[in-house]
């Protein structure tokens, strides 16, 4: 573990860059090597991996996964925070030419100098959903992957339906992957210590539902039906369709009086595919 980065470490390149972590961009540091070490084995990280990491911030999580990957690519916003990584990662004994540090926003991220196998992030509260969306929708050779996110996030992101927590961005997600929650950590791993808990959660890519016009038709079917939640879908789809929404959606084979908070990703599917067939009729 002394290769790795701890709290007087991290404070330490903090003040050399007269850092002063922001809240806009969501800069909690991980500052205990041994939660770092935990993500990495739970991500099931190989000799073979090309890890791709979001937010790797100061680079405690950088150093774990150069420890087993073959490759690492980290995105990162922070100006400061990236050209910095380089020089940590050479400090500590790393070879540099493992580490590639692209200075972007994840979010509008689309294309990659190496194909990432697997995702390993840090993702704050604002961003994390649409981030790994964006990572799942554009980087299919990533298998799996661990993203440290808000407790409240995480449970959002596992529910099943006709749950509380269900919604938009658990079915998205459903959509590429299999998820679920494999840890919780502590506040204390962090500086500065934010106000809420994090967890882990683990995905696992499965084939996509079915093919891209079939994707585009169901999310925008799930977007109308979680905008108007607690309306019965005749209603909260019936701007989506020309013909009548009734119609289609018992020709899904959906209760046209059901909510969207009860249907899986898959009984979406039928309802977009029953939306294919609406735009593509005269």
């Not at 400061?80 to 200075?103: E, H, P």
């Not at 607690?230 to 989506?240: D, E, H, N, V, Y």
């Not at 959606?249 to 979406?268: H, K, N």
């Amino acid at each position: 573990m002394s290769n790795l980065l701890g709290a007087a470490e991290v404070r330490a390149l903090a003040d050399q860059l007269n850092l002063k972590p922001t809240k806009k961009l969501g800069q909690n540091f991980v500052v205990d090597a041994n939660t770092c070490l935990k993500i990495v084995k739970l991500a099931t990280i190989e000799k073979s991996d090309i890890a791709l990491e979001i937010g790797p911030g100061l680079g405690s999580l950088t150093l774990a996964l150069l420890e087993e990957a073959s490759q690492v690519i980290a995105i990162e916003i922070d100006s400061r925070l990236a050209d910095q990584l380089s020089i940590t990662a050479a400090d500590r004994g790393f070879d540099q030419n493992k580490l590639k540090v692209i200075n972007d926003d994840a979010i509008s991220v689309r294309d990659l100098p190496f194909k990432p196998t697997v995702l390993v992030a840090n993702l704050p509260y604002n961003v994390s959903v649409p981030v790994l969306l964006n990572i799942l929708e554009h980087f299919p050779t990533i298998t799996r992957g661990v993203i440290m996110v808000q407790s409240e996030v995480a449970d959002r992101l596992v529910a099943v339906a006709n749950n509380k927590d269900y919604g938009s961005p658990t079915v998205k997600a459903n959509w590429w992957a299999n998820l679920k929650i494999v840890g919780h950590v502590s506040r204390s791993v962090f500086w500065p210590i934010p106000n809420v808990d994090s967890s882990l959660v683990r995905f696992d890519r499965h084939l996509p539902a079915a093919g891209e016009a079939e994707r585009a038709a169901t999310f925008a079917v799930i977007d109308h039906a979680f905008a108007k939640r607690r309306k019965m879908l005749r209603s909260a789809l019936s701007q989506l369709f020309r013909s009548n929404t009734e119609s289609a959606l018992i020709q899904a084979g959906i209760d046209p009086t059901s909510r969207g908070e009860v249907l899986t990703v898959e009984q979406f599917l039928k309802i977009g595919k029953q939306l294919l067939n609406d735009k593509s009729t005269k």
